[in-house]
Structure formats: C-alpha cells, structure tokens
C-alpha cells in the first residue's frame, strides 16, 4: 500500500517538473505534404535503438503499405499511406511515433516512475524500474507503448524516446530527422517549430489547412504536424486541449487526499460486492 502511495506522489511530482519546462523542450515538426514514404526513418530508428539489421533496401518494400501498422516492440516508428479519393495515383504518407505528450497521460499512470518526461522534452523510459503493469499502455491515447510479449524473462515497454541518449549526449538530431531524404521532419525547440509551422500556413494556405495537429491537442504534444487534408482521413485522432492527467488526477487526488490508499477503496468495493451478491443468492 505504501508503495502505491509514493508511485502517485512520484508520478505527480515528475508532471509538475515537465510542465514547467513544456515550451522550452525539444520538438519535431511533421511536414505531411512533402513525405515521400520511402520508410528511411524507420530504417534510421531500427538502426539506432537496435531493433533490426535489416539493410536499408528491406524498408523499400511497398507491400508495407497495404494495411495501416501501429508500432511494435520491434518498431517504434512507422509510416502509413493515405490515398487521396480524387487523385488516384497520389497518396499522403504520415509517419507515427510516440507523440512526446507536454503532460503525458503515461507518466501521470506510472505507479514506478518509469516513464519521466525529461526537461528537454522526451518521454524517456526505464525498465529497471518498470513492474509491467502496462497501465502506461491503457493511459496513453495514442496507443504508443508495446509489451515484448515474446520475451518471457525480461519483457519491457518498448517506445520511442525521441533518441534522448543521441540529443543529450552526442548533440545530434534524432536519426529519423537525420536520415529523412526530402527533410520533411524538422528538429528544434517547440517554440520555434510553432513559429515555422504557422509561417507555412500563411505563406502557403492552398496547401495546408489551418491547423497544427499537436499545438493544443491533449494539452499539446512535442511532435506536431502540417497537413493538407483533415487529420481523420490520416489516422490522426480528434481530440480537445484538456490533458488527460488532468481529468483523472483530481480522482486519484480525491483518494489519496485523506491518506485512504487504493487497497483500502478495493476491499471496501470488495465487501460491497459480496454483499449484493449474498443478498441476490437469498
């Protein structure tokens, strides 16, 4: 019961430090309109977290294509095609990733501390202090985290972590930004890509719609993107500015106000439950 106790307050702690660093972090901007869906970031991401040795030419599959992916385990980015209904022979490629959430509703569910959100802006993970209760992965609204199911003995959380070791340690670009052909990923503080992203839209408004997907969505997200076309025919979902820590925080708020612990609110449930039931069998 303790355990869950300081989780909470940890969990509570490590938002508040990310909020106040929220528009001083790294970003990325997703120019949808100029990705030619040649699946090189996804080559660059498998090389530099060691998910694959596959070649480069591997990724040039266009079978790939065929239905929308999610990530795995084994992928944390991948890009999807859209086709576009009056232009048969052109399509929209949209590349998915960990959106990198400015109050990330994983962090807010880890018991452990795991999952931080660092002062720079990536949502960082560490399996050492994960317990795989996967509430990370029932938290988050973009369906980011995955388990290594096939991994018996020592299975993590796998996502992308916005190559912090490769930001922080080495100054370089993450490697999808780095390898990206027709450089329509773009890497920089999060203020400076919303100054970007809404210079596009007033110099070019026939090409995009007036809209930057990740400004205030869910409280806004370090990954944002331009696009030509409603974010719901990409496989981008609708959503409000309100974060989602911020609906179910008060709840947990509430509970652990007056030191009642969840164990205690369970066996209360509990109770409640056998009752009913045990009236019913009468």
């Known amino acids: 019961m ?21 528009e001083d972090g790294y970003g990325m901007l997703v120019d949808t309109t100029e990705c030619i869906g040649c699946r090189k970031c996804e080559w660059a991401c498998a090389q530099e977290n060691k998910l694959s040795d596959k070649p480069v ?3 040039e599959d266009p079978s790939a294509f065929e239905e ?3 990530m795995t385990a084994d992928a944390y980015t991948v890009v999807n095609r859209y086709d ?3 232009q048969p022979a052109q399509h929209t490629f949209v590349k998915a990733q960990c959106m990198h959430c400015l109050r990330p509703a ?9 999952l931080r959100r660092q002062p720079s802006g990536q949502v960082t993970y560490d399996a050492w202090k994960c317990m795989g209760c996967r509430y990370c992965m029932v938290a988050c609204p973009f369906q980011v985290p995955a388990y290594q199911y096939d991994n018996a003995l020592t299975p993590v959380v796998s996502k992308c972590n916005f190559c912090f070791n490769r930001v922080q340690n080495e100054g370089k670009m993450p490697a999808c930004a780095d390898m990206c052909p027709p450089m329509c990923l773009t890497f920089a503080k999060r203020s400076e890509l919303l100054r970007l992203a809404h210079q596009k839209i007033e ?3 026939d090409r995009y719609l007036d809209h930057v997907y990740g400004e205030h969505e869910l409280g806004g997200t370090a990954w944002m993107y331009l696009t030509s076309r409603p974010v719901t025919e990409l496989g981008l979902l609708e959503f409000d500015a309100k974060a989602i820590p911020d609906r179910t925080e ?3 708020h509430a509970i652990f106000k007056m030191g009642v612990p969840p164990m205690l609110l369970f066996g209360l449930l ?3 439950m056998k009752t009913f039931e045990h009236k019913e069998e009468e």
């Open 270 to 272: 509990t109770v409640a």
């Open 250 to 252: 008060p709840m947990q």
């Open 84 to 86: 576009i209904p009056d």
């Open 57 to 59: 030419e591997a990724f």
């Open 106 to 114: 994983c962090v807010s569910a880890c018991l452990v501390g795991a």
């Open 203 to 205: 110099a070019n408004p």
């Open 2 to 22: 303790g355990s869950s106790v300081a989780g909470a307050a940890f969990a509570q702690s490590a938002l508040a430090e990310s909020s106040a660093n929220a």
């Open 68 to 70: 929308p992916r999610r």
